[in-house]
């Protein structure tokens, strides 16, 4: 095989692509996120890049080729040529374990948590509708913008309650406290109550009521996700006034 570092120009990748023979169909998420990280500068050259077997064809690389013309951008890529095509070689390609978004930060010194992945995209995007795939740098800098959410994650809601600490009901919280809705002594003193059943004061009962929904069904998956975030928000909004609830409300 012959191995080469070429500038990709979006001409060339039209060039190669039109060598794309058999390869799966275009996932349009992960173009668009290659797109992306080729627009705003963050595309770096690493070994994975583009191939082709020895009859000529396009061996790997069809989503970096499409991005490169998508974007405009030209980018520079590993180009590998005389990959053997037989059956054995072609399922050797990309057969190996996937990086997961954590990993992929672990590896790369960052301190981020897969809970604070989730939390920070329910802050961002809430829960009523999909949002586009992230690269893993879209996802360390969203966790970067929200740190301040995520130190209050670890330091007031960190234990957790099966059906009870979802995401929904945490991003709920951290939304509340962010905007002046309750302290941060009271947010806490709330979710101890929510996750433990045990309450000091009166009030509390507002928080032993959500419990008592959360643990009926499945709030975790959904269009749920989005009516369970609703309820907590609710109630947290009437503990902060001092309001004691007759039921857990999940309208607007």
């Not at 809970?115 to 009523?128: D, P, Q, R, W, Y």
């Not at 945490?170 to 045990?198: H, M, P, Q």
Request: hydrophobic content about 35%; glycine content about 8%; overall charge positive.
């Amino acid at each position: 095989m012959r191995v080469e570092i070429k500038t990709i120009t979006p001409e060339l990748a039209a060039t190669f692509l039109e060598l794309n023979d058999g390869n799966r169909k275009i996932n349009n998420s992960q173009l668009s996120m290659l797109s992306r990280a080729m627009t705003s500068g963050e595309w770096r050259l690493t070994h994975q890049g583009v191939a082709f077997y020895d009859d000529g064809s396009l061996a790997d690389g069809q989503h970096r080729l499409s991005a490169v013309v998508h974007s405009g951008v030209s980018c520079e890529m590993l180009v590998c040529y005389g990959v053997t095509r037989d059956p054995s070689s072609v399922m050797a390609i990309d057969s190996g374990k996937l990086r997961s978004v954590v990993d992929s930060m672990k590896i790369s010194g960052l301190k981020i948590k897969a809970n604070h992945v989730t939390i920070a995209k329910g802050l961002e995007f809430g829960f009523s509708k999909k949002h586009a795939k992230l690269s893993t740098q879209e996802i360390a800098s969203l966790c970067g913008k929200h740190k301040g959410d995520i130190d209050v994650l670890t330091r007031v809601l960190s234990t957790n309650c099966s059906g009870v600490s979802i995401a929904p009901v945490k991003v709920a919280i951290l939304d509340c406290i962010s905007r002046g809705y309750i302290s941060e002594c009271l947010a806490g003193r709330f979710y101890n109550t929510l996750t433990s059943g045990e309450y000091d004061s009166d009030i509390m009962i507002n928080a032993v009521k959500l419990r008592n929904k959360l643990m009926s069904k499945n709030y975790n998956g959904g269009h749920e996700r989005v009516i369970a975030y609703r309820m907590t928000a609710n109630t947290i909004i009437s503990t902060g006034k001092s309001i004691k609830i007759n039921r857990v409300n999940h309208g607007n």
